[in-house]
């Protein structure tokens, strides 16, 4: 059984900057792809990005592509999310979640395993 805890969400104004960071319970870390997702209000939930169980490669979707960026910290079972230029869309609440590896993972699909969430909220 996988448990996922997000933390690290606020409010923070447009242009600022955000780290959210999730760690994973309960099974080999190093074995995982991670992924964030995020949902706003009325919307469905998207892709944000992605990094491989290697930690080599990386994943983002276009929205987000050049603002943020994903990275893994294997020995503390740790992935965050570096948010920089953050921008009034950007507000949702943002989910971890894990892919097994082998699985996919650069995209939606592959993630068997979420968060809770933790709220993202940029003013303009």
């Known amino acids: 059984q996988v448990q996922l805890e997000e933390s690290g969400g606020g409010l923070v104004q447009a242009g600022g900057s955000l780290r959210l960071s999730c760690t994973l319970f309960?099974?080999?870390?190093?074995?995982?792809?991670m992924g964030w997702f995020r949902q706003a209000p009325g919307k469905e939930r998207e892709f944000v990005c992605a990094?491989?169980?290697?930690?080599?490669?990386?994943y983002y979707a276009d929205a987000v592509k050049g603002r943020f960026t994903i990275s893994r910290d294997n020995a503390k079972n740790m992935v965050y999310l570096q948010m920089n230029s953050l921008k009034p869309e950007d507000t949702a609440v943002y989910y971890c979640?894990?892919?097994?590896?082998?699985?996919?993972?650069?995209?939606?699909?592959?993630?068997?395993?979420w968060g809770q969430g933790t709220q993202v909220t940029v003013s303009s």
């Open positions: 309960g099974r080999a870390f190093g074995t995982y792809n």
């Open positions: 990094i491989r169980w290697t930690g080599g490669n990386t």
């Open positions: 979640a894990s892919s097994p590896m082998g699985y996919k993972w650069s995209g939606p699909d592959g993630y068997t395993s």
